[in-house]
């Protein structure tokens, strides 16, 4: 099965048009990545489906890197029972 | 460079200052004076105290039917009908819009006045326009009417240019014979000052106002003449300082003050070829104009006049309440205006489509965490007009997010996250990324897309 960093690796090169491969946990979704604005949202949107879990929004737009987003959704699959 | 004088040290908080004893949200902001001006008149230092009107019996009236219909085909007798009702709906029981001026020469004229009576309000009142001559006093008698507007121009520009006096004598005892005439009828006169902002004040207005005083002094407190200062080319000036015979505070001081005019008889009307009309009449109000004369929506001879809608949005500014003002016929009115024809810009303040309307993706975002960031009052309940978001290529998902959520009527905790939003943003972005959009997209294009894309929710919708 595959871990929570490789699905959200394989989410953001989904959304983001890229290579899972060149993805590193450091890599920030707008400076390294290249995100714009309405991508950040559909990001959001796609870790949800992929995860089966609701975000918060504000707390979810302000994770910044791809690492930041893999303990993010550790976190919220812990908090609403969600198995990884 | 100017030398520092004071330092100010950052007040650190936790919590906003939101000032809302002057942005309370649920009125347009207060109007606040922290100490009165001063003008030099006449080499005299003299100190105004503008919070005084607060107190005072200020007021609006109404000259859409006049002034108004100067600068436009006439207005039906229904269409007068239906527009006296709605503004005595805005101007409440207290009569805020207190008269209205009505044309007397015409069979239509007539009738409009008539059935505008008919309707049986208190306010506003009906009153006349008439040139200066002593016959037309019969057409207000006849139309039963306690007021007319007489126009008594007073710069030299009329007296010799256009009414080809031949002194200023001759010019001041023809008025004064008018004046006589409306006594003798039983017909408060009301001067219309024509021009006064380009006119010599010593030489004629001055002596003419108290001339009238004069006369006056034997009638009856019904009769007693008004003053119109009528800045018919908007020549007016607002800013302390300026020099007669601009300044409306000098102006509204010789009146009060040295011809012993009350404010009670005193009224601005103002023209807008310097884009200072609202202010200008604003300005009067404060310094001893208790009337301050307008059209709906400012439309008026060539740039307009004062916008009496604007004036009563201050109106409560300054007074701090609704005085029984019904602020939602505002918007009524505007709906009526465009369906008879008149169009209102779209960015025109309280009324066009866009006046409080954003279309920046940040500034929507500042809307759907408080809509007091970016709207200038509870427009929803004073104008039934709720912010709104246009939905252009600066919009983003914030501003897709708050435009869905208005139109499916979702408020609160219904509300909608962007994250649900995030395909119709999607097709938003691609429009101007992809396809080169240069237009808007339309509130009917943004409903066929949420539809398509965001059925559960569209069915949901609380709006219909």
């Keep these: 099965m595959a871990t929570v960093e490789q699905r959200v690796k394989g989410v953001v090169a989904r959304v983001l048009e890229t290579d ?21 949202v559909e990001l959001v949107a796609a870790f949800e489906e992929e995860f089966g879990v609701e975000l918060d929004e504000d707390a979810a737009l302000a994770v910044t890197t791809v690492g930041g987003a893999i303990d993010f959704l550790t976190q919220a699959c812990r908090d609403q029972g969600v198995a990884l | 460079m100017s030398a520092k004088t004071k330092s100010h040290p950052l007040v650190d908080a936790t919590q906003p200052n939101l000032l809302e004893e002057t942005f309370d949200y649920s009125l347009p902001p207060r109007i606040r004076f922290d100490q009165p001006c001063v003008e030099y008149i006449d080499g005299q230092a003299l100190e105004f105290n503008l919070s005084r009107a607060q107190s005072r019996d200020i007021f609006v009236t ?57 309707l049986g309000h208190r306010y506003p009142e009906c009153t006349g326009w008439i040139r200066a001559v002593k016959g037309d006093f019969r057409l207000v008698q006849e139309a039963g009417l306690k007021e007319t507007g007489v126009l008594t121009s007073c710069s030299d520009y009329h007296i010799f240019n256009k009414l080809k006096f031949k002194s200023r004598k001759e010019c001041l005892e023809s008025y004064c014979e008018v004046l006589a005439a409306a006594f003798e009828a039983g017909v408060r006169p ?87 009309v ?4 604003v300005t009067a109000w404060l310094y001893g104009c208790d009337a301050l004369n307008a059209t709906l929506f400012g439309f008026g001879e060539r740039t307009g006049n004062p916008p009496l809608e604007a004036a009563i949005i201050e109106y409560i500014a300054l007074k701090g309440g609704l005085g029984g003002v019904d602020t939602t016929a505002i918007t009524e009115l505007a709906d009526y205006m465009r369906s008879i024809g008149l169009p209102i810009p779209d960015n025109y303040p309280f009324v066009g489509k866009a006046f409080n309307t954003t279309s920046a993706g940040i500034h929507a975002g500042g ?57 119709v943003a999607r097709w938003v972005a691609d429009q101007y990324e992809l396809h080169g959009r240069l237009t808007a997209i339309s509130d009917q294009e943004m409903e066929t897309k949420v539809r398509e894309l965001m059925p559960e929710h569209y069915a949901q919708r609380k709006k219909h």
């Design chain 2, 278 to 281: 609202h202010v200008n009449g």
């Design chain 2, 190 to 276: 009301r001067c219309h000052l024509e021009d006064v902002t380009r006119a010599d004040l010593d030489g004629f207005v001055l002596p003419f106002v108290d001339r009238v005083m004069e006369m006056s002094s034997h009638v009856p407190q019904h009769l007693k003449p008004k003053i119109r200062l009528c800045d018919t080319m908007g020549f007016g000036l607002s800013y302390p300082g300026a020099a007669l015979p601009r300044s409306i505070p000098k102006l509204i001081y010789k009146f009060n003050r040295e011809c012993g005019v009350p404010s009670e008889l005193l009224e601005w009307h103002g023209h807008n070829d310097f884009h200072k």
């Design chain 1, 20 to 40: 899972a491969a060149r993805i590193r946990p450091e890599h920030s979704f707008t400076f390294d990545l290249g995100a714009k604005s309405v991508q950040s």
């Design chain 2, 62 to 118: 109404d000259t859409t039917f006049r002034d108004g219909q100067q600068s436009r085909p006439p207005y039906t007798t229904d269409q007068m009908v239906h527009i006296y009702g709605l503004l005595a709906r805005l101007g409440g029981p207290h009569g805020v819009v207190r008269q209205s001026e009505f044309f007397l020469y015409t069979k239509n004229d007539r009738e409009a006045l008539d059935r505008c009576r008919s």
């Design chain 2, 367 to 423: 809307l759907r965490h408080d809509e007091r960031i970016y709207n200038i009052f509870d427009t929803t309940k004073l104008l039934r007009r709720p912010p709104r978001v246009a939905i252009t290529d600066k919009s983003g998902a914030d501003g897709v997010t708050l435009w869905i959520n208005d139109f499916l009527g979702f408020s609160n905790n219904d509300r909608i996250n962007k994250m649900k939003c995030h395909k």
